[in-house]
Antibody
Framework: QVQLQQSGPGLVKPSQTLSLTCAIS??????????WNWIRQSPSRGLEWLGR?????????GYALSVRSRISVNPDTSKNQFSLHLESVTPDDSAVYFC?????????????WGQGTLVTVSS | QSVLTQPPSVSAAPGQKVTISCSGS????????VSWYRQLPGTAPKLLIF???KRPSGIPDRFSGSKSATSATLDITGLQIGDEADYYC???????????FGGGTKLTVL
């Protein structure tokens, strides 16, 4: 049973960097059959995919066009976790942030989610 | 404005059937599998259907999914009060190179 445990601050000042971590138990961030995603949800944007990291022969990233210039998602194999860094945040980045495991079968889908972290961008 | 289009709300009586639609394009639903999720207030989405019509273990057969061309549907039969939740469709969009979501459908069991 995979479990994802999120951690990070719930309040970030405008123009600063939002940083969250997702600790994995029951799987490995280096898994060749999974990808590790960040998704956010707000009343104005609904559910929005932000980006992912996945490791095959080496580790790769993929990011949503809307945040590509200011996002990084990184695996930490020593701690079996992955992180989200979103730079230059504005109040529009206020949302509930989720991490999620994407599994690769015939198709891909999200089968495990973190508990969610409410992040408010405010001075 | 979500890439996938869902009705904002649906409702039906207990024991009845409801269908939730999800409309996309050739770049997303037309080329990729669709999955469906249920979300209760204050919780994370939970997987209901994957690869268009498969159910994870523990999901009752009252929930079924299908896909045709650039649209997908989620059917829920034998409605229960506990089915009240928000439902989302999700798929990969090849032109955006990313995951896209429906705007969500709020199910009310009258």
């Amino acid at each position: 049973q995979v479990q994802l445990q999120q951690s990070g601050p719930g309040l970030v000042k405008p123009s600063q960097t939002l940083s969250l971590t997702c600790a994995i138990s029951g799987d490995s961030v280096s898994s060749k059959s999974a990808s590790w995603n960040w998704i956010r949800q707000s009343p104005s944007r609904g559910l929005e995919w932000l980006g992912r990291t996945y490791c095959r022969s080496k580790c790769y990233n993929g990011y949503a066009l809307s945040v590509r210039s200011r996002i990084s998602v990184n695996p930490d194999t020593s701690k079996n976790q992955f992180s989200l860094h979103l730079e230059s945040v504005t109040p529009d980045d206020s949302a509930v942030y989720f991490c999620a495991r994407e599994v690769s079968a015939d198709g891909n889908f999200f089968d495990s989610w973190g508990q969610g972290t409410l992040v408010t961008v405010s001075s | 404005q979500s890439v996938l289009t869902q009705p904002p709300s649906v409702s039906a009586a207990p024991g009845q059937k409801v269908t939730i639609s999800c409309s996309g394009s050739s770049a997303n639903i037309g080329k990729n599998y669709v999955s469906w999720y249920r979300q209760l207030p204050g919780t994370a989405p939970k997987l209901l259907i994957f690869e268009n019509n498969k159910r994870p273990s523990g999901i009752p057969d009252r929930f079924s999914g299908s896909k045709s061309a650039t649209s997908a549907t989620l059917d829920i039969t034998g409605l229960q009060i506990g089915d009240e939740a928000d439902y989302y469709c999700v798929t990969w969009d090849g032109s955006l190179s990313g995951w896209v979501f429906g705007g969500g459908t709020k199910l009310t069991v009258l």
